[in-house]
């Protein structure tokens, strides 16, 4: 019994430390492009409090262009986009942030708001309610945090196969057979999760509308039927590209074809 109760809290404690992940990757990045980039960072900090948006996000775009990154690097950005007046921009690096650290919610917020001046007010297909609450309680962790969760999840299974096979006593083979079974599926479905999010950074099959207007074409040509009509800050699904064109899909489910140009992948 003491095995299972030894089980039980590191499961605990491993899901509390992995569910902080986010926040505490991160606080890490932060303080790595902090100690780099110290006066970048503190020049873009200081021009957002001064008003000089257009300096922040010089400042801030310089650290991203020497390789850093992170949720709080693309927040503040996207931050500054927005009081640039940008929007665009803004709603990309809002986006960018939650890829980071799906669990911001300081970036969910703000992308809500910068969401709603968007001209384009695109009604959503009404989606299946277990897809729906599959694909937020991906999103409520990183690709990173998933990961680890299954590891968990694997080296408890392996812990459960030992007590089926070395338990001496029926009710502990029982608890170790039921035990690797409950374990395999957590371990299935966190590995899932990881895959998802994993291919879903790794596609990048997500873009923002750059251009303040833009005609979605029936096919890859400039002289195609316009069928619709695009604004600046709305998101996108790439399916297919070809000869700096994009096919795209938008969430009411129409299709077009736009040049990649007005288009910036998040």
């Known amino acids: 019994m003491r095995y299972i109760i030894s089980l039980i809290a590191l499961l605990l404690s491993t899901f509390t430390a992995v569910a902080q992940s986010d926040s505490t990757t991160v606080q890490s990045v932060d303080r790595v492009v902090a100690l780099d980039n110290t006066s970048l960072w503190n020049s873009a900090n200081q021009a957002y409090i001064d008003g000089d948006f257009a300096a922040a996000i010089k400042s801030y775009s310089a650290i991203e262009n020497r390789g850093y990154y992170s949720a709080r690097l693309y927040y503040n950005l996207g931050n500054a986009y927005f009081k640039n007046g940008e929007l665009g921009k803004a709603i990309l690096y809002y986006n960018r942030a939650l890829v980071v650290s799906p669990s911001m919610d300081d970036a969910k917020y703000n992308l809500e708001i910068a969401e ?45 196969v030992l007590l089926f096979l070395l338990g001496t006593a029926l009710r502990v083979r029982k608890t170790g057979f039921y035990g690797t079974i409950v374990a ?44 619709f009509v695009l604004h600046e800050g709305t998101k996108v699904t790439i399916s297919s590209a070809v000869d700096g064109w994009c096919e795209i899909t938008i969430s009411d489910g129409k299709k077009g074809w736009t040049e990649a140009s007005h288009l910036e992948r998040i």
Request: hydrophobic share 55%.
């Open 116 to 160: 709603a001046q968007t001209k384009d007010n695109i009604s959503i297909v009404p989606e299946f309610f277990l897809n729906r609450w599959m694909r937020s309680l991906r999103s409520s962790m990183s690709c990173m945090a998933w990961s680890l969760l299954s590891v968990v999840f694997f080296a408890v299974m392996a812990l459960f």
């Open 184 to 227: 395999l599926l957590l371990f299935i479905f966190t590995t899932s999760f990881a895959i998802s999010s994993r291919n879903s950074i790794v596609n990048r099959t997500e873009a923002i509308v750059m251009s303040s207007a833009i005609s979605v074409k029936s096919s890859p040509d400039r002289l195609a039927t316009d069928l």
